[in-house]
């Protein structure tokens, strides 16, 4: 900001002048929230995909199933938190973030999303291309549209642009096993209720009497968080989709 002033209006002044002309006009520093980027032809395919699902009734949301894969780790996010504390107070364990070195243990799981509830949760140990995602497709999918007795022919699937659900060979899959696919903006992720899910299963997660302690644990962890998930739930968030449509 401060060279921008000084090579565009020829003004020279301190980063701290600066500073408390921001906060006299009342501006606050704050960390950056970070969100996926956006150029132009992102926005034209959002907006496009709005257009298309602009008179999709709820009904019409019921019949999609939800997909994403997602990170679980031993203490929650790799983002910042906040403390208040107060000054030269010695470090008190809430004024703390614990880590462990090299991470501290993660996890990677595939999961779906539909009306009538979660469906299969799959854990991915060692990185995920397309080979495996058409395995997961094949039985986490599959066993979930038999579980809730879903026709084929009646549902749409929901993936993003990745690469992997791109890919030739699975398109091909997903041609031979004749399942309609939803065609999806890149880089909205927001769009998809199923982020909302991930979400609430790391507020549960957040909120067990014992966090988890190890890879293993986080996975036991999230799995029995994801299955204690009510239907309701999941229909919640579904029914949201009419209102984003709306907002894009």
């Not at 921001?22 to 996926?36: C, D, E, I, T, Y």
């Not at 038999?146 to 398109?171: G, R, V």
């Not at 799995?223 to 309701?232: C, D, H, P, R, T």
Request: a neutral charge; glycine letters at 6%; charged letters at 30%.
């Amino acid at each position: 900001m401060r060279c921008r002033l000084k090579d565009e209006e020829g003004v020279d002044v301190s980063a701290s002048t600066v500073r408390r002309a921001f906060r006299r006009n009342g501006l606050v520093g704050r960390v950056k929230a970070k969100k996926p980027l956006l150029r132009w032809k992102h926005r034209e395919a959002r907006l496009a995909f709005a257009r298309r699902h602009r008179d999709w009734t709820h009904e019409d949301w019921e019949q999609v199933i939800w997909s994403d894969e997602s990170k679980f780790q031993i203490f929650g996010s790799d983002g910042r938190e906040y403390c208040w504390r107060k000054p030269g107070e010695p470090l008190l364990p809430n004024h703390v973030k614990p880590t462990i070195k090299h991470g501290g243990g993660s996890i990677m799981v595939w999961g779906c999303m539909t009306s009538k509830g979660v469906g299969y949760l799959c854990r991915i140990d060692a990185g995920l291309d397309a080979e495996l995602y058409q395995r997961i497709l094949s039985d986490e999918l599959m066993k979930t549209l038999d579980w809730y007795d879903m026709d084929m022919e009646d549902i749409f699937f929901q993936h993003d642009n990745d690469p992997k659900h791109t890919a030739k060979s699975t398109k091909q899959w997903l041609d031979e096993h004749q399942l309609n696919v939803l065609t999806w903006p890149a880089q909205s992720p927001y769009v998809n209720p199923i982020e909302h899910l991930w979400t609430e299963v790391e507020r549960r997660l957040r909120g067990l009497p014992q966090p988890p302690h190890s890879a293993e644990d986080v996975w036991e962890k999230v799995k029995g968080v994801w299955n204690s998930i009510e239907a309701e739930c999941c229909l919640k968030l579904i029914r949201t989709m009419p209102t984003r449509v709306e907002d894009i």
